[in-house]
């Protein structure tokens, strides 16, 4: 399975950004995707995980700033964030996790997407 992500940048404090991964490859062993992000000296962090059946998960600090969302049809997941702050600063990746998988990591990441919050 491939990722590649999209979609990040330079924005204004409050500003929006959507992120896109687009999978490819095995798709058919994929259950949930999701994103985590990592800022300079800083561990890497879950942000939101989606089930194939749609079923979501966020990290508490960023419910109501975030959405995550997928389309099965198009093998792509998507990140909306609004209302961003300078400490969302980070390199966001998109991972995927297989249908038998037998840890809770995920299987597949992407090589990031650098999103900037300007003050």
């Known amino acids: 399975v491939q990722l590649v992500e999209s979609g990040g940048g330079l924005v204004q404090a409050g500003g929006s950004l959507r992120l896109s991964c687009a999978a490819s490859?095995?798709?058919?062993?994929?259950?949930?995707m999701g994103w985590s992000r990592q800022a300079p000296g800083r561990e890497r962090e879950l942000v939101a995980i989606?089930?194939?059946?749609?079923?979501?998960y966020y990290a508490e600090s960023l419910k109501g700033r975030f959405t995550i969302s997928r389309d099965n049809a198009k093998n792509t997941l998507y990140l909306q964030m609004n209302s961003l702050k300078p400490e969302d600063t980070a390199m966001y990746y998109c991972?995927?996790?297989?249908?038998?998988?037998?840890?809770?990591?995920?299987?597949?990441w992407g090589q990031g997407t650098q999103v900037t919050v300007s003050s």
């Open positions: 989606i089930s194939s059946g749609g079923a979501t």
């Open positions: 490859g095995s798709i058919f062993s994929i259950d949930a």
């Open positions: 991972a995927a996790y297989r249908k038998d998988r037998t840890t809770p990591d995920a299987d597949y």
